[in-house]
């Protein structure tokens, strides 16, 4: 094996998903930003933009696939790259979140919130910050710091169900705001399932370096629903 | 990725039998510059012919015929103006089996120059360290120079070999499954010194393996029966390859 070239090849495919990685991450936090700021443009932006994500993605995939008919990787070699083929998968989900929340602004379009949005920002910031380290403890290798991130989407959870209680409130008090509350209710239920996929990255990095196939599922109340 | 346009080789139409059994039929192949190409298939395709044609290895072969053209640097290699002494030396070739010459280590290498007549000691310093460092032996060799050749492993013998083929500062290297008898630390060796050979020669293999051919190539024909079925990037045919034959021998579903 050519060594040398396989290893500048493996570490440019791990630059390459944490580019993915900060695409994804903007966009979550640009989808919500534009529903906060009632911004149509900034969402029709958002939702066009979702195809550099997929693009890139596939990118990473070929790549992968290259390396692994040409340089027949083994042992952490292997695995790496099937995590990498996992991990991109899932940074394209989240990337298709983003831009289901963005479709929900330009839905919602002119019309006020039904609610000024407190805990939404705080999922999306949440759920940017575990996705973040995530990707950290892949290119680094560190099974410490990947088992500690998915008991934080607890806090994530925790949000959703808030979130939920509050908008029932809000459609018991007068039933013409079924419509808003539910299009919110769809906004908090993509970032809930952001941070679930974090949880999945994790568990691929945890195979990368131990080779040990784990779930680290820590869904609470309605979260654990879906 | 597509061939760049300028190639080193161009084999044109070439077709040739032994004792007229046909071993290439209508062979087109641009060779690039510059970048590994692997020659495979099963046995029996052609490769190791064509690859002995570049050479012109097989002229004193009786009973063989020859239809199509082969140009290096737009010159045809059988031209009747053609020094095939002086061919042999911008074209090097290693064989399968290490073969090195009865000597040291420091003889095997200078023995194509000093027959070129290069005489002086320090040139001659020059080229044993230059080849050597370029066939990624240098390090393991460097206090040995003056070692029987046959007391080095079948790895560094065969590193050895493509050192002295390099001594004459060829521009083609032809490789004929290199590595065919070597332990898999020595084809690493093997192939890690192809891939810095590449910057300044062009190289042509013909690999040993499937495997071998995915992990070198730039660029990689796959011929079968006489027949060239698919010549592509590497990263392309061993991944999507176009053709079902391919696809096939790739796959390992025949060969």
């Known amino acids: 094996m050519i060594r040398e070239t396989f290893e500048r090849d493996l570490q440019r495919l791990q630059d390459e998903t944490l580019i993915l990685g900060s695409m994804v991450e903007n966009a979550i936090l640009e989808s919500v930003g534009v ?43 292997l695995r790496t790259i099937a995590a990498v083929l996992d991990i991109t998968h ?62 934080e989407d607890e806090e994530v959870d925790d949000l959703y169900n808030q979130v939920y209680r509050e908008l029932i409130t809000y459609i018991l008090s007068d039933p013409r705001r079924i419509e808003g509350a539910n299009y919110l209710l769809w906004v908090a ?16 990095v945890i195979f990368t370096v131990t080779g040990e196939m784990t779930e680290l599922d820590s869904d609470t109340g309605l979260a654990g629903l879906s | 990725m597509s ?26 192949l641009d060779v690039p510059a510059n970048a590994i190409s692997v020659f495979f298939g099963p046995a ?22 020859m239809a199509g053209s082969i140009l290096l640097d737009g010159q045809d290699l059988y031209a009747p103006e053609v020094n095939v002494t002086e061919l042999r030396r911008r074209v090097g070739m290693v064989f399968a089996l290490p073969l090195p010459l009865p000597g040291t280590v420091r003889e095997n290498v200078l023995y194509g120059p000093q027959l070129a007549g290069v005489g002086d000691r320090t040139i001659q310093d020059e080229i044993l360290m ?12 460097k206090d040995r120079l003056d070692d029987p050749a046959v007391a080095l492993s079948g790895g560094q013998q065969q590193r050895l070999c493509i050192a002295r083929s390099l001594a004459l500062e060829p521009q083609v290297l032809l490789l004929d499954e290199p590595t ?22 062009t190289i042509i293999i013909v690999p040993h393996s499937v495997q071998q051919a995915a992990r070198v190539a730039d ?37």
Request: aromatic share 6%; net charge negative; glycine share 6%.
């Open chain 2, 44 to 65: 029996g395709g052609g490769k190791t012919t064509l690859l002995r044609l570049i050479n012109r290895l097989n002229d004193l072969v009786e009973g063989t015929q």
């Open chain 2, 130 to 141: 230059r080849s050597l460092t370029q066939a990624a032996l240098w390090d393991e060799v």
């Open chain 2, 180 to 201: 065919s008898g070597l332990d898999p630390i020595s084809t690493a060796k093997v192939e890690n010194s192809l891939f810095q050979l590449k910057e300044n020669y």
């Open chain 1, 189 to 204: 239920h993509n970032l809930e399932r952001s941070a679930d996929r974090v949880t999945n990255i994790c568990e691929r």
């Open chain 1, 35 to 77: 529903l906060k700021r009632r911004d149509v443009e900034g969402a029709k932006r958002l939702i066009a933009q979702d195809r550099f994500i997929n693009q890139k993605r596939f990118d990473i995939e070929e790549e992968a696939l290259v390396l692994i008919a040409t340089q027949q990787p083994m042992a952490v070699d």
């Open chain 1, 90 to 151: 899932e940074l394209e989900r989240i990337g298709d979140y983003a831009k289901g929340i963005a479709r929900i602004s330009l839905m919602i379009g002119e019309q006020p919130l039904i609610k000024p949005l407190v805990d939404v920002p705080r999922m999306a910031e949440k759920a940017c910050d575990m996705l973040h380290r995530a990707l950290e403890a892949f290119v680094t290798q560190d099974v410490v710091l990947a088992r500690s991130i998915p008991p």
């Open chain 2, 219 to 255: 660029y990689a024909a796959f011929f079968l029966m006489g027949e060239l079925i698919e010549h592509r990037p590497g990263n392309e045919i061993f991944v999507t390859p176009h053709h079902q034959r391919t696809e096939d021998y790739v796959t390992g579903r025949f060969g």
């Open chain 2, 3 to 28: 061939l760049p346009e300028e190639p080193k080789i161009r084999i044109q139409n070439v077709s040739y039998s032994y004792g007229g059994q046909p071993a290439l039929s209508s062979v087109t």
